[in-house]
């Protein structure tokens, strides 16, 4: 953890790590499953997202309580199969039908450290790199069931800032890689988009020059 003073401005540059991130409750009928995420046909999913006050009002605590009570279950086979749930990267809070700047992301550390987590509230990307990646194998969403062949390139690094729910702080994070695939991804429901728009209508394998497969 670094912390840096800048024009009187606290700006935390962190990565969140399982060992730091707060624990969460939720009573038994506020866990939610697959059943309770909204699939593309809801035009909502189409919707901007407002940004939310902060301090958070304890239903947005609850929102986000469940955001990463999922996403954390999803990777457990015992609790996706004791809870019809499916894996997730990250969940955003229009996927819930709550028009509000909120999402989680978890990625696991690929050489079995610790996995990144982000609990983020009206997050904004403030710098993206020339550079692109994309997942080999294409996209996928919790609330787009249709199969949709093709490749999403995205930025190799972004720079957000956000308020992170962990620490209760305005935080300034830089992402690459997968890491950075997933936050954007979850960034883009916040703005209405689905991943497959970013598709190439005329060649949906197109892949930007010198980009990096992930």
Do not use: W
């Amino acid at each position: 953890m670094e912390f840096l003073f800048l024009n009187n401005f606290f700006i935390i540059y962190i990565i969140i790590m399982a060992k730091d991130a707060k624990k969460v409750k939720l009573k038994a009928n506020d866990r939610i499953d697959v059943d309770d995420i909204i699939k593309e046909d809801n035009s909502i999913l189409r919707e901007i997202s407002f940004d939310v006050p902060y301090p958070l009002m304890k239903e947005d605590k609850k929102l986000m309580h469940q955001l990463i009570d999922y996403v954390r279950s999803s990777i457990d086979d015992d609790e996706k199969a004791k809870r019809n749930l499916k894996s997730a990267y990250g969940l955003s809070a229009i996927q819930l039908g709550q028009r509000k700047k909120m999402l989680f992301v978890r990625v696991e550390n690929e050489f079995g450290g610790l996995p990144e987590e982000f609990a983020l509230i009206n997050p904004r990307i403030i710098e993206k790199s020339d550079r692109y990646s994309y997942l080999e194998d294409g996209e996928s969403c919790l609330s787009v069931e249709d199969i949709h062949k093709g490749l999403v390139n995205r930025h190799y690094m972004i720079k957000i800032v956000a308020i992170d729910y962990f620490t209760d702080r305005e935080v300034e994070i830089e992402a690459k890689g997968l890491t950075a695939i997933v936050l954007q991804h979850e960034m883009d429901h916040l703005l209405g988009i689905l991943f497959y728009d970013r598709i190439n209508k005329l060649n949906p394998y197109y892949i930007k020059k010198g980009a990096i497969k992930i």
